[in-house]
């Protein structure tokens, strides 16, 4: 099942899914759900829903597509563009990053983010230690031969065009998958992989289970989106942070027990370690603070009737040039198809 997980994971992040920009990756994903036999509906807001199937106790799983990202802010007298984070994505984690720049009129631009004096044998000494702000001194430079403001105005670049960062998707021999937005396209392949299993008999659904693929997480404005009534069981899949304050791990599936909101239900905690122990799934719990959220957070925050949960394969470097391991991938694919079947 690895390999169907690599191959959607491959897939998903070929398509650039900016924050508010999520009609592409919605129509890619409404298409691998027909393709397994589901009848998937795309979201007014963005974000696609599927019903499984099932019967009893409903299970509402989430992972979300959106990425984090840059937008246009304005052009700069030079060509250069001043952008704006969207999502979470500080100056360090960004510069040097080949980006596109997607314009209203659907022209597609390259560039890379940079410090806007880029020659490390011109800056002053008194500025090469300098923090990085993208309103001061970072900027995106456009691989076209632009030198003014009207240069660039004239490819139909302006304020409010998404700003797209390269993945960099490299798999290593030893199983390391190391890629931007692995948060949270790797949580979205691990779905599809669970619901192919369903699909081709394999996996055998003792309840209800519904499915929603977010494009609004980055910013806490999807996890409470087309929850039906019934539903008792909200199950976000999303990553656990992997640092020397963490215990999860990149072969792992991690659990969360507390994030920056607030504790999980803890008989939910209780139930999915105990699944882990029974099947011999590689697990850790965890606490995922001081900065961590999740749509099942938001979900909990609109009143939603419902235990709320989170799993996640161990990820390095969380919203920067991210790295897993096909184990964390497989072993959060085994936990969630324990849940599914009850």
Known sequence: MIESILTDLRDLLLVDSTTGFSGPLDALLMEKCRALGFVPRRLNKGGVRVDLGGEGRPLFLTAHGDDIGLMVRRILPDGTLE???VGGNPPFQTIHENVRVYTRRGRILTGTVRRRSPSLHIVPLADRNEPMDYAKNVCVTLDEPVYTK???EALGVEPGNMVALDPRLVETDSGYIKSRFLDDKASCAVILAAMAAVAAGQVKLNRKVYVLFGQQEEIGMSGACAIPEDVVDYLAVDIGCVSPDTCSHEHKVTITAQDASAPYNGEFVKELADLCEE??????????VPHYGSDADVAMRAGVDARHGLIGPGVL?????ERTHRDALENTYRLLCAVMEG
């Open 317 to 321: 470097e969380t919203h920067g040039y």
């Open 279 to 288: 099947r011999g799934i590689p697990f850790v719990i965890d606490l995922m």
């Open 150 to 152: 009207a240069d660039t």
């Open 83 to 85: 952008v704006y984070n």
